[in-house]
């Protein structure tokens, strides 16, 4: 779908967690498709890890802070970029945890912590960059994918 401004961004950010938090199944037609990379361990719900795929500025950030609004988080989401990942309290008792692994090349020690964000079933795991953790993203996650368009909108798939 095509996004014309940040605050469109915003909302499909907040309505996308709106569907999360009812349980529908965002992800339609194949959902492995594009996603189809990671190891196979088919334990947890597609929907509790979102990867975002797109260029520096095309809006990742953006919409993760919809999603975490809509998800009921009030503290201001800032891209994780320095301190890697960020973990915030939902009202009803869940967590969001949002990676960004932009400057990290060697995922070391952030292995196991991503490991422990996907195995814990009352955490959303959303990740920007995930590039060099790839192997270790489960199979079943729904990706997003957001391009610029030559006039400035994006163009937002989900995956
Ligand atoms: P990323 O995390 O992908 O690097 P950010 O979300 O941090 O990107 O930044 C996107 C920037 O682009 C913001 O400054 C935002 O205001 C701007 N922007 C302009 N148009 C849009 C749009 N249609 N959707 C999302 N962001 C937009
Ligand atoms: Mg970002």
């Known amino acids: 779908m095509k996004i014309t ?6 909302s499909l950010g907040k309505d996308f967690a ?5 349980r529908v199944t965002v992800a339609e ?4 498709g594009a996603c189809d990379m990671g190891e196979d361990n088919d334990r947890q719900d597609p929907l509790n890890i979102i990867e975002l795929i797109g260029d520096v500025g095309a809006g990742k950030t953006t919409f ?13 989401i800032t891209s994780p970029s320095f301190t890697i990942s960020k973990t915030y309290a939902l009202p009803n008792g869940k967590t969001l945890t949002h990676y960004d692994f932009y400057r990290l ?4 020690l952030m292995q ?6 996907f195995e814990n079933s009352n955490n959303i795991t959303i990740i920007e960059w995930a590039n060099s ?13 957001i391009k ?6 994006r163009e937002v798939s989900i995956l």
């Open 148 to 153: 610029y368009n030559d006039d400035n909108s």
């Open 133 to 145: 953790v790839e192997d270790l993203l489960p199979k079943d996650r729904t990706c997003i994918s």
């Open 18 to 22: 709106n569907q999360f938090l009812k």
């Open 112 to 117: 196991e912590d991503l490991k422990e964000s």
């Open 64 to 76: 993760v802070r919809g999603f975490a609004e809509g998800l009921g988080i009030k503290e201001n």
């Open 5 to 10: 401004s940040e605050q469109e961004m915003l």
């Open 29 to 32: 037609g194949d959902p492995h």
């Open 105 to 108: 090349n060697d995922p070391g």
